[in-house]
């Protein structure tokens, strides 16, 4: 299962919006199941922002936004904050019982 | 709340083993399964298999057999993952999450804050 493809940075001004892609497969990104998203900060847990593709958990700010076209997955942060840069993973669950993560995406907050 | 507490740091030689701990709270243990994740250094996460709960199923990533074993003790709600044989190349950091299922969809919604194995002579 070969990890799904995200961009290895993004960068962006404090106010401004970002998006990050997470293409796959019809096996994984393509599914039925939608793509999870998770923020994490070097040395901290891995924190969960979005799940089936669009929802936010209780106490994530909705200037995180999700989207999904085909076997593409899109997370958006808009308003750019210095605590928004991390590096960000999404996450698939696929048709074959397992479970497969972007590379990640470093964002800055120049 | 809700929460995953993994075992400190540890330091081993290659050909050590090392058990890690995954100590479940604020839900019941058996109500969600397990995943077991690992980030080398400089690299990404990587899902390295899950474990039952229920049962004591485990179910291993490919390149994650062999070495590595998931174990359970529902008595402590306590999630174990043990490496033996150790290798330089299994330095790493190692996270466990919990698995929500709402009988449609998955996602990992309680992660640990991770364990650094360090493997060296």
């Known amino acids: 299962q070969s990890a799904l493809t995200q961009p290895a940075s993004v960068s962006g001004s404090p106010g401004q919006s970002i998006t990050i892609s997470c293409t796959g497969t019809?096996?994984?990104?393509?599914?039925?199941?939608?793509v999870s998203w998770y923020r994490h900060h070097p040395g901290e847990a891995p924190k969960l922002i979005l799940y089936?593709?669009?929802k936010r958990p209780s106490g994530v700010s909705d200037r995180f936004s999700g989207s999904n076209s085909g076997n593409t997955a899109s997370l958006t942060i808009s308003g750019l904050q210095a605590e928004d840069e991390a590096d960000y993973y999404c996450?698939?669950?696929?048709?074959?019982?397992?479970?497969?993560f972007g590379g990640g995406t470093k964002l800055t907050v120049l | 709340q809700v929460q995953l507490v993994q075992s400190g740091s540890e330091l081993k030689k290659p050909g050590a083993s090392v058990k890690l701990s995954c100590k479940a709270s604020?839900?019941?243990?058996?109500?969600?399964?397990i995943n077991w994740v690992r980030q080398a250094p400089g690299q990404g996460l990587e899902w390295m298999g899950w474990?039952?709960?229920?049962?004591?199923?485990?179910t291993y990533a490919q390149g994650f057999t062999g070495p590595f074993v998931f174990s359970l003790d529902t008595s402590v709600s306590t999630a174990y993952l043990q490496i033996s044989s150790l290798k330089a190349e299994d330095t790493a950091v190692y996270y466990c999450a919990r698995i929500y299922y709402d009988l449609k969809y998955y996602h990992m919604d309680v992660w640990g804050k991770g364990t650094t194995v360090t493997v060296s002579s």
């Open positions: 019809n096996r994984d990104v393509g599914t039925y199941n939608p």
């Open positions: 604020g839900y019941t243990f058996t109500d969600y399964a």
């Open positions: 089936e593709g669009t």
């Open positions: 474990i039952s709960t229920n049962t004591g199923d485990p």
């Open positions: 996450c698939s669950y696929t048709t074959s019982s397992t479970w497969v």
